[in-house]
């Protein structure tokens, strides 16, 4: 599983400064490269390859110097790892660029249809599709509003998008919501995949509604175009996102430290300590630990200068990157009978290197506690989850999946424990039911 895309638009002073900022804020949802797209008089873009610290230089950013601006970081889904975006594309005599997080479900059909038609398209992500989408059926219909309305009718799957075009910025959410995606008003208009790269500028914040859209040029207009049922990603709470962030009303970091109390009482065990799997597995440990009463201490150390595992390419490096991302601090293990908490497991790459590492450091028990069900599905929605043969939880039971990774126990979260966790109803679980919402596949 890898992480999906950040994006940010704003139209203030400063807006490419600012972009940069919020890229920073929002690094962690993408990590393969950065851009970020103003308007001066013509679309311009800086984008490349790497974290956002690693594209932009400060001489370079003073050219962009605008009050209009969107970027992004990417993790790709979807088309060439070259591809960076802000992507830009053209349709109907018209220029756009685009920032997107999440996946398009009908993307090969739909350009098929396009390239019928005569549209050239020039990458090879998903992304372009929304755009060629958007300027057709603006040129059809003359008015920002109803071209949206046509894309959410034809354009199915998860987006969170941002457009750039003739001096105006439209933002939009999908239908029902997958990714996130807020607003923020102050000294200006600013949009981000999650408010905490949001609060660097402003304190007014508030989520976008799913079929929602926000139209940027003189004044600031929006208006709620679609109403389905809403499914917004559950694994944006146990994993994604960062826990400082608020998402549709759930604090992140409050339903991470449930998703462990949850688990503490479905699933206890008779251990010394509660060692959490950091980053992500912090908050459901101390849960955990909360209502175990079993003492909580950081075991395990983070080299804080690798990133998410989950971006190597091949297992190999996947594995050389849990070495050297993790070590154990032996004092706190030696002897004792542990409890190990993370947030997930896909593959098994970095709990299996674990209880191997915790085992070498002394540890009499190992105990193995995951807060979120089983991944047994792939996401077509926005997340990199691997073909079903890699996960590890897909074919067989926990029991088989306790041996692989070599634990003396282990458990999951259930889908109820989870649901009571996150407190919402509309969440999209497909990942953990395999039961995918029909609007997505409707076409
Ligand atoms: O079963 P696997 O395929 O090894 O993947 C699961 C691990 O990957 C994620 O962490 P990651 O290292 O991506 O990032 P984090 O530091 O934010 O927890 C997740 O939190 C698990 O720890
Ligand atoms: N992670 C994402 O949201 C990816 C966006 C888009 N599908 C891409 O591959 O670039
Ligand atoms: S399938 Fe899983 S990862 Fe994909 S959107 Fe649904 S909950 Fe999120
Ligand atoms: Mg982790």
Redesign the pocket.
Known sequence: ?REKCGIFATKAENASRKAYYALMALQ?RGQESAGISVWKHKIRTLSGRGLVSEVFRGSELARLRSNMAIAHVRYSTSGSLNETQPLQTFCCGKEIAVAHNGTLTNFIPLKGEYEKRGVKFRHSVDSELLGISFLWHLKETGDEFEAMKAVFNEVKGAYSVAFLFNGKILVARDPLGFRPLSYGIGDGHYFASEDSALRLFVDEIRDIKPGEVFLISEDVESKVLVNESHYHCVFEYI?FARPDSVLDGVSVYKARVKMGQELARESPASADVVIP?????RAAALGFSQVSGIPYAEGLI?NRYIG???IMPGQFY?ELK?KL?LSPVRDIIDGKRVVIV??????????KRIVAMLRNAGAREVHVRIASPPIKHPCYMGIDIPTRHEL?AAFGGIEKVRKVIGADSLSYLTVEGLKKAVGKRDLCLACLTGNYPEWAFRF
């Open positions: 599983m962690h994993y799997v950091p980053d992500s597995g983070k998410r595992t989950f996947r849990v991302k993370d947030d997930s497991i896909v593959r098994g790459t970095t709990m590890i």
